[in-house]
RNA sequence: GGUCGUGUAGCUCAGUUGGUUAGAGCGCGUCGCUGAUAACGACGAGGUCCCAAGUUCGAAUCUUGGCACGACCA
């Protein structure tokens, strides 16, 4: 037998462990890449994810989107080299060896022990690596798992400080003051996915404040600003007073207190009930004129000493340095009054402000950041009245000491949603002031924008939508972290001036003048060998260095104390995994910028936004980067992947159990059926439901049919001994390298069905190309689905008779074997990519007979390539014509109830465009067994069976006739359709009035539509009307009988356990007439259907015991089947 | 509150540049086929294309507004 038989209902699964094997044994990964040596490259950058957690369903789709492109790009040619990498640092970590420790804060990892602490961290890393190890492999996805780039490594980290250096050199690194959320108790710092976590709703005191105005001449009246914060304990540190300008406000007259107030004027009246008077309102303006005016803010703490203090403008001119009225566009009247009190040191949008005005002094005479807080979030000597108190208890005393002031105009109570921090909820956050690093993003803004325009983003609207609009508002990348477990920020300061510098390399710090501390990693390295050598770039080992100041004699340079954010690890990965500059200068150059990358949309603002940044920051900057580089990189196309989502539509979650586990996936169904699902089911952009039960469709819909075609294909391929083992050159079992075979003929000379679905199969090809090229995998697997749908559907389905007649050698039969062959190994082929198990069995087994000469895995094919010259698109429209028509049979068979194995006298086939009815003449045949009817007419007169309409192509006459349309419609329903149908034959255009208007009309304006009249059976398309024969004859009963009489024998074969080559002995017994005559009539196709070589007719009398009842219709028989 | 996305059949999702019969699979119903057979096929029912207004001869598709959901950011 040529080929291995197959099983009909396989264990995918099964299957997918042995082709692991295989794979793992014979290297093909490895060889795919070696055959490609030297070839253009393609370039893949391995996002890197986090190792210390499990993996789930939503890296399974990246994974598998990850490794569809570049095994296409393989087989199209490329070479495309794939490293993994694991991003290994960060908060994430150190909370889950926190957790191991059952310790939370910064005190206790101190306890603990930096040095320990950071061991575990290291070893933490790897906790789930075998896991994901483990699930890369069995997903098919081909990576270099042992030649993995790891961020905490040496080379990476030391390419990481060069870029840093590279920064800080061209003062793009430096050090500022960001307002984190703080958790004032704990003395850390939370993130942004942290403080999302603690959210409360609260009630907090709201209190409307009098800022008397310094210069009061232009009023009759006392005046003030009311001025409106939830956070009374920020109003010793007040700075300034923000407004809109393009608000209106208003100078209010408050007659109780005989003092003008100015708030928005919106909000006059709204405050005045509140107060239970009204204001009068004396004169209104745009927020504008109040920029500038002076005000006594209600503490003097600051105030007293510094309320006088001038700056020097850019301009030239001079200013007051705070307690001023601003500008702010974040001011609205949504709330309180439309002029907000602010204490830059307690609110990122107030710092921001206070940075902004600090930018329009000359350096050092603008105002200075104002802190009454300490780091415990207690008040400082700077408020003495307060001092020591934590500063939430101060809300009420401070409320009340401005009401006995005369400062308070209004409190209420506030609800709204408040942070506390996650690990002890009766603690608030506040907003806090903290010296950190940051990369001076900003002034590379207009690069990024401009390199982001060169990126292919799928789906397109990430370009400008989210990550263009996140590029716009970009604001300085705040770098350290005050933590342990990362990336040393490589700056050493100089303790005596307190100067810094940045180091690029170990080797550069090491060799530094006074260089000391390097002992104390060799001690920790002597005392325990197995540490890994990498720790001795991390702390505490890296903070003992230090060295000669080269800023003041006798001085040390010593590190700084943070570490970096993770996120820069993740995207300094284009340089870094190959420890680049320090090595790997080949492999950087050759493999800059990546072709493709593909993350989830979370990245936006992580990974796909870190690359970019640094990337643009150290190679695109004409100004003073080490090489200029043609943007895009790092990356040229990107497909951002929706948000992955549990059974029941909501997040993915742990404890809810709303998703299965990838390995029980898998195990059920495989990994072809879950790729599949993936890249078939929707484009990978759209939040993807992940549901069992439409991962397990994904078998019956499109692997086993493709499976159950072939192993069709190879079950009458080993009946009939058909063997492509002649062919001389296999190759890769191209179209050209198939016609050498014995019994080969050109397609051109096969019949038209062979003709078709090779057309078919080309089709397809250059569709799938097209669509792969441009990313499109869910086209592209579209287009797969439906040709192995026609495969199996229509080509297999009316090719049967073919592979079950009896001569082997003839050359229809033949034909039909080198048509599916080539089918079949194409799709292979073509589906590798997509479903690499099931290619790689199918392929194996269908070139197995040619001991190796063939690839031994598909996955050393090339994708196969489209032959034009096959494609015929006439052929293609015809047959799905034909198709239609018989659907259209089937369908009138079934309205009228007559079931197929009814044979009927005929159709009747009326088309209202007939260039396809020569054609279709010429192909009864498939119609007549499709439909089983005797005979198939095709007719143009045919106002019996249908009635014609015409309807405007609107497409076509609509920009012609423009408002006329719906009166055109209107004269095309009142039209003779007839009469207009014959003008077109004969004179080839009509015409038709409207509006006392002669419109002409040639074919293309006109659709003529077809309907069945009453009374037949029949049923329409589009453009064809198909009407059955409904009559029945004796005849055409009986021959039905003789078919039910078929059925029962099959049945009855399979009963007895019979080869279906076996030969058979029919014996009947029954005494209806009408039952014998039609056996008689029909014995011949009896019992080549049957493989009988004698069927006798007895009458029932002589029926004995071992036969079986039966009845067709109301004739009753009795049946024996034996084994000839 | 801002930005972006999504809203189409019972469910999961397609729908190419606006064109008058809006599709697929699953599920459901009816039937068929019986040498691919623990498969397979056909046919059918099922839709105010979230709502409203606008642009247009014509809107699921374009514009604006609203509603709902989701993500990110405040």
């Not at 934590?390 to 949603?417: C, F, M, N, P």
């Not at 001690?523 to 003992?544: C, F, G, R, S, T």
Request: aromatic letters at 12%; one cysteine or more.
């Amino acid at each position: 037998m040529p080929f291995k038989p197959v099983q009909p209902g396989a264990d995918f699964p099964k299957l997918e462990e042995s082709v692991l094997d295989f794979w793992r044994e014979n290297r093909i990964y490895e060889q795919s890449l070696q055959q490609r040596d030297g070839q253009t490259r393609y370039v893949f950058f391995e996002g890197p994810p986090t190792a210390n957690g499990k993996p789930h369903p939503g890296h399974c789709l990246t994974r598998a989107i990850k490794d569809l492109f570049p095994r296409y790009k393989t087989m199209r040619g490329f070479f495309c080299e794939r490293k993994a990498g694991w991003d290994t640092h960060g908060l994430p970590v150190e909370v889950e060896v926190c957790k191991e420790l059952g310790i939370h804060s910064k005190e206790d990892i101190e306890a603990f022990g930096v040095e320990p602490f950071i061991h575990k961290c290291q070893q933490s890393v790897w906790q789930y690596m075998q896991q994901w190890e483990q699930l890369t492999e069995r997903l098919g996805f081909w990576v270099k798992l042992d030649e993995a780039y790891v961020t905490y490594h040496q080379s990476y980290v030391e390419s990481v400080w060069w870029s840093l250096k590279n920064l800080y050199d061209r003062d793009l690194l430096y050090e500022g003051h960001k307002i984190i959320w703080w958790w004032a108790q704990g003395g850390t710092a939370l993130s942004a996915g942290e403080v999302g976590q603690g959210y409360k709703t609260v009630k907090d005191p709201s209190v409307f404040v009098l800022f008397p105005l310094v210069d009061q001449t232009d009023f009759d009246k006392p005046t003030s600003l009311l001025v409106w914060t939830t956070t009374p304990w920020t109003l010793p540190s007040n700075q300034f007073a923000a407004v809109n300008e393009s608000i209106e406000y208003a100078v209010a007259y408050d007659a109780e207190l005989d003092q003008n107030v100015i708030l928005a004027k919106d909000l006059v009246e709204s405050i005045g009930a509140k107060r239970k008077r009204e204001l009068e309102v004396k004169s209104t303006f745009m927020g504008g004129e109040l920029i500038g005016k002076r005000y006594v803010p209600p503490f003097d703490y600051y105030y007293k000493t510094q309320g006088d203090l001038t700056g020097k403008l850019k301009t030239g001119q001079t200013q007051h340095r705070a307690w001023r009225i601003t500008a702010a566009d974040f001011v609205t009247t949504d709330s309180g009054t439309g002029a907000v009190h602010e204490a830059p040191a307690f609110g990122e949008v107030d710092y921001q402000l206070l940075a902004d005005e600090q930018a329009r002094f000359e350096t050092g005479e603008g105002p200075e950041l104002i802190c009454a807080v300490a780091p415990n979030g207690k008040f400082t000597e700077q408020a003495p009245d307060y001092e020591g108190q934590w500063v939430k208890d101060t809300d009420k005393a401070i409320s009340r000491r401005l009401k006995d002031e005369g400062k308070l105009y209004l409190l209420e109570q506030y609800e709204h949603e408040y942070p506390f921090c996650w690990r002890a909820d009766d603690d608030p956050l506040i907003q806090y002031p903290r010296r950190s690093w940051f990369i001076r993003t900003t002034r590379h803004k207009d690069n990024m924008l401009a390199n982001n325009q060169q990126i292919n983003w799928l789906p397109e609207h990430i370009k400008d939508g989210r990550f263009g609009n996140f590029l716009e508002s970009n604001v300085d990348w705040a770098l350290s972290r005050e933590r342990y477990w990362g990336t040393p920020l490589p700056i050493w300061r100089c303790e005596e001036t307190g100067r810094t510098e940045a180091i690029g390399g170990y080797e550069e710090v090491t060799s530094k003048p006074g260089a000391t501390g390097m002992e104390v990693w060799e001690q920790a390295k002597a005392a325990d060998p197995e540490l890994a050598d990498d720790l001795k770039v991390h702390k505490p080992y890296i903070d003992h260095i230090t060295y000669d100041s080269p800023f003041a004699e006798g001085a040390k340079m010593k590190r700084v104390t943070e570490v970096i954010d993770c996120w820069y690890d993740s995207g300094a990965m284009p340089f870094a995994q190959w420890g680049y500059p320090h090595k790997g200068h080949e492999e950087f150059k050759a493999q800059f910028p990546a072709d493709f990358i593909s993350e989830a949309l979370d990245q936006t603002r992580g990974w796909f936004y870190s690359q970019l940044a640094i990337s643009t920051l150290l190679f695109g900057d004409d100004q003073g980067g080490t090489e200029k580089v043609e943007f895009p990189h790092p990356f040229r196309n990107c497909i951002v992947l929706g948000l992955m989502l549990g059974e029941d539509g909501q997040k993915m979650s742990k404890s809810k159990r709303n998703y299965r586990e990838p390995r029980e996936i898998f195990d059920k169904y495989g990994a072809d059926a879950l790729r599949w699902y993936f890249y078939a089911n929707q484009p990978p952009w759209t939040a993807i439901r992940y549901r069992e039960q439409t991962i397990k469709e994904s078998i019956p819909e499109f692997i086993l049919r493709m499976w159950n075609v072939y192993s069709f294909f190879v079950l009458y391929a080993n009946i009939d001994e058909f063997d492509p083992a002649s062919i001389a050159d296999p190759g890769d079992l191209t179209a050209e390298n198939l016609s050498s075979g014995e019994g080969y003929r050109p397609i051109a000379e096969r019949g038209e069905l062979d003709r078709w679905i090779i057309s078919e199969l080309n089709r397809t090809l250059a569709s799938v190309v097209e669509k792969m090229d441009a990313y499109d995998n869910f086209g592209a697997a579209g287009a797969i689905n439906q040709f192995v749908d026609v495969l199996s559907n229509w080509y297999v389905r009316r090719s049967r008779d073919r592979f079950w007649a009896g001569d082997k050698q003839s050359p229809e039969k033949l034909d039909a074997y080198w048509t599916l062959y080539e089918c079949l190994t194409s799709t292979a082929k073509m589906v590798a990519p997509f479903v690499p198990f099931v290619s790689e069995v199918i392929w194996q087994n269908l070139t197995s007979t040619f001991g190796g000469k063939t690839p031994s895995s598909v996955h050393l094919c090339d994708y196969p390539l489209t032959n034009d010259s096959h494609i015929d698109g006439d052929l293609s429209r015809r047959m799905s014509l034909l198709r239609e028509i018989a659907s259209l049979g089937l369908s009138a068979r079934a309205s009228e109830k007559l079931k197929v194995r009814q044979p009927l006298s005929g159709v009747t086939v009326i088309l209202n465009d007939t260039t396809d009815q020569a054609w279709l003449t010429e192909h009864d045949e498939l119609l007549k067994t499709e439909l089983n009817v005797q005979d198939v007419t095709y007719t143009t007169d045919a106002g019996q069976y249908v009635s014609y309409s015409v309807v405007p192509n609107f497409k076509r006459l609509g920009p012609r006739v423009g408002k006329l349309m719906p009166q055109v419609k209107k004269a095309f329903g009142a039209a003779d359709a007839a009469a207009m149908m014959a003008e077109l034959a004969d004179a080839g255009a009509t015409s038709i009035e409207v509006a006392g208007e002669s419109i002409s009309l040639d074919n293309e304006d006109i659709e003529v539509r077809l309907a069945a009249k009453e009374g037949w059976a029949a049923a329409q398309g589009t453009g064809v009307v198909v009407v059955l024969a409904t009559e029945l004859t004796p005849e055409l009963i009986r021959a039905g009988y003789s078919r039910d009489l078929v059925r029962f024998i099959q049945d009855h074969r399979k009963e007895l356990d019979l080869e279906r080559t076996d030969r058979i002995n029919i014996v009947i017994a029954t005494d209806s007439d009408d039952l014998k005559q039609a056996i008689e009539e029909n014995k011949e196709y009896v019992c080549s259907e049957t493989l009988a070589v004698s069927l006798e007719i007895v009458s029932m009398a002589k029926a004995t015991n071992d036969m079986i009842d039966k009845e067709i219709g109301e004739h009753a028989f009795k049946l024996r089947v034996t084994k000839a």
